[in-house]
C-alpha cells in the first residue's frame, strides 16, 4: 500500500490557520517580553498599536514553517523508522531534532526581522532589506538552531502519549476484570442464597408434626401438578 501524502492542502491550510489565530494571540505578548530583554523600562508605555509591531511576518509564516517541520518530520521517521508503532524513541528525537534544523534556517532570519520591527518600528519589506544590508539577518543562528533543532518537544510527546496510551489500556483491564469479578461473586452470593433458602424451606417443613423433607421426585411431580397441562382437550 503506499503511504499516505506527508503534507496534504488540508493540513497546510489547517496549520496556517491555527499558525495565525496563535500568533495573534500571542504576538503583543512577546512584544512585551522583547522590551523586557533590553532591559528598557519603555515596554509599559507602549501604545496598545505598538504591541502589534513586526506581526505581519509571523502570521504569513508561522502555520506555513509548521507546516514544513512537521512534513520535514515525517519525511525523516519514515526513513529511519518505517512503522509508526514501532518507531524508536530515539528516532523520534533524530527526526525532530533534523526538522528542527532545516526549518532554523527560515525561522532565523524571520525572527531577526520580527525582533527589529517591535524595536524600531518600519515595514516588513523595509526592515528586512536593511538588515540584508547590514549582513545581520542570520545573527543569532547558533542560537535559534540549538532552540529548534533539540528534539525535546516531539520526543516528550511521543513519550507522554504513550504512556498515556499504557495507561489507560491498565485502566480498562482492571476495570474489566473487576467488572468480572463482582458479576462472578454477584452471581456465587444470588446462587448460595437461593440453596440456603432451599433447604430452610425443606428443614422448617421437615419439623412439622408427620411431615418430611421432599424428596427430588415429590418436587418433579409438584412442578408437574402446577404446570398446565398443554395437550389437554378444550371443552366443548
Known amino acids: 500500500m503506499a503511504d499516505a501524502p ?39 508605555r507602549l501604545p496598545f498599536r505598538a504591541l502589534f509591531r513586526g506581526i505581519a511576518g509571523p502570521i ?5 514553517v509548521q507546516s514544513v517541520r512537521l512534513g520535514m518530520y515525517e519525511t525523516f521517521r519514515r526513513c529511519w523508522g518505517p512503522s509508526e508503532a514501532s518507531t524508536p524513541l530515539p528516532v523520534v528525537g533524530l527526526s525532530s531534532a533534523s526538522a528542527g534544523l532545516v526549518v532554523s534556517f527560515i525561522l532565523c ?16 519589506y523595509a526592515t528586512a532589506r536593511q538588515l540584508r544590508r547590514e549582513g545581520s539577518l542570520y545573527r543569532g543562528l547558533p542560537t535559534v538552531v540549538l532552540f529548534e533543532a533539540n528534539g525535546l518537544y ?13 495507561l489507560a489500556l491498565a485502566l480498562t483491564l482492571a476495570l474489566t476484570l473487576a467488572l468480572a469479578l463482582a458479576l462472578t461473586l454477584t452471581l456465587t452470593l444470588s446462587l448460595t442464597r437461593s440453596v440456603h433458602e432451599r433447604l ?3 428443614e422448617a417443613i421437615a419439623r412439622r408434626p408427620g411431615g418430611r423433607a421432599p424428596t427430588m421426585g415429590t418436587r418433579r411431580r409438584r412442578r408437574e401438578r402446577q404446570r398446565p397441562h398443554m395437550g389437554r382437550a378444550l371443552p366443548a
Open 200 to 202: 430452610r424451606a425443606d
Open 109 to 124: 532570519p524571520l525572527h531577526r526581522v520580527k525582533v527589529a520591527q517591535q524595536l524600531y518600528g518600519g515595514g516588513l
Open 154 to 166: 516531539m520526543s516528550a510527546y511521543v513519550l507522554t502519549l504513550t504512556l498515556a496510551l499504557t
Open 60 to 64: 504569513v509564516s508561522a502555520g506555513g
Open 6 to 44: 506527508v503534507l496534504t492542502s488540508a493540513s497546510f491550510a489547517a496549520g496556517c490557520i491555527a499558525g495565525a489565530a496563535g500568533q495573534l494571540v500571542g504576538h503583543p505578548l512577546d512584544t512585551i517580553k522583547v522590551w523586557a530583554q533590553t532591559g528598557s523600562r519603555d515596554a509599559v
